[in-house]
């Protein structure tokens, strides 16, 4: 069974940075493109980041461009999310997904093979 492990989350005042990160179980970390959801209360899951298998693509929802960056580590069979100029709209619980899902990147949740359990981020003013 897969393991995607989240950790990283926690309290940061607007304008402040967090590193989420993913440890990913060896073979979904090989061949799988992984992803950072996030959901706040009352809304929809949302694709954040996402990269592909090998590293060669990224994805960024329009609110974080410029803000977020994706990577992943192959030593460590982890991803990371590194989270700059935080804003309050940053605020929900973020979880890392794994899929083999080949068109491109999906931004449905349903596409996700494994998911972690999630981590919290909180932006505070």
């Known amino acids: 069974q897969a393991q995607l492990v989240e950790s990283g989350g926690g309290l940061v005042q607007t304008g402040g940075s967090l590193r989420l990160s993913c440890a990913a179980s060896?073979?979904?970390?090989?061949?799988?493109?992984l992803g950072w959801f996030r959901q706040a209360p009352g809304q929809e899951r949302e694709l954040v980041a996402a990269?592909?298998?090998?590293?060669?693509?990224?994805y960024y929802t329009d609110s974080v461009k410029g803000r977020f960056i994706i990577s992943r580590d192959s030593a460590t069979n982890t991803m990371n999310l590194q989270m700059n100029s935080l804003k309050l709209e940053d605020t929900a619980a973020y979880y890392c997904?794994?899929?083999?899902?080949?068109?491109?990147?999906?931004?449905?949740?349903?596409?996700?093979?494994?998911w972690g359990q999630g981590t919290q981020v909180t932006v505070i003013a």
């Open positions: 997904a794994a899929s083999r899902f080949t068109g491109g990147f999906s931004r449905r949740p349903y596409d996700y093979d494994y």
């Open positions: 060896g073979n979904v970390f090989r061949s799988y493109a």
């Open positions: 990269i592909a298998w090998n590293g060669g693509n990224t």
